[in-house]
């Protein structure tokens, strides 16, 4: 009896010594995701913003230092994700987004933006790393266009090639869907004719 009473405590001290407390709610979280409760309305945003475009003056950085821009995407359909290694539900849905990456990173002009708002980018770099994902990471190498300022993250952005904003989901949610990926897909297509 005393062995489980100290274990309730000496786990989550544990965790938060070791700095994975985040990793394991997260998990948690994922665990949520899975039950279909989360998964995202993709509302159109023109209903919740008239006219939005995206700015395409986004400043990043790769996780290998490189200075880029989100107007090196310009013309295809980009997934951009707003996350953080410190947020637990950013942790619980990267492994949907980067499956959904996976089924798509053939397509040639589907983009993803995986943008840490990490204020050190080595953090995102080992947190990338160490759990093994392969999809385009970033960190920011400037400031935030008004486009992308959001009250939450994770905030999830789909641009359409001719740069609008056609989707906007504040919040943890499961892209790992089929009616996702066809989104995806059908932008592309319109963005070929």
């Not at 665990?31 to 409760?37: A, S």
């Not at 906007?168 to 319109?190: F, I, K, N, S, W």
């Amino acid at each position: 009896m005393w062995g489980r009473s100290a274990a309730y405590v000496l786990v989550p001290l544990l965790l938060y010594v070791m700095g994975r407390q985040t990793e394991v709610v997260g998990g948690a979280q994922r665990l949520l995701l899975t039950t279909g409760l989360f998964n995202p309305a993709l509302t159109p945003a023109a209903r919740l913003v008239p006219n939005k475009q995206a700015d395409y003056s986004l400043p990043l950085l790769t996780l290998e230092g490189k200075p880029t821009s989100l107007g090196a995407l310009r013309g295809k359909v980009v997934f951009l994700n707003l996350w953080a290694t410190w947020c637990p539900p950013c942790v619980a849905e990267m492994p949907g987004i980067q499956h959904l990456y996976e089924q798509l990173k053939t397509e040639p002009k589907i983009a993803f933006v995986l943008l840490s708002l990490d204020q050190n980018p080595d953090k995102a770099r080992r947190f990338v790393a160490r759990r093994g994902f392969t999809m385009p990471a970033y960190t920011l190498n400037g400031n935030l266009p008004a486009a992308f300022e959001t009250g939450s993250i994770p905030t999830t952005f789909i641009i359409s090639p001719t740069g609008e904003i056609v989707a906007r989901h504040e919040g943890m949610a499961d892209y790992d869907r089929p009616e996702v990926a066809r989104l995806l897909r059908r932008l592309q297509t319109a963005a070929v004719k």
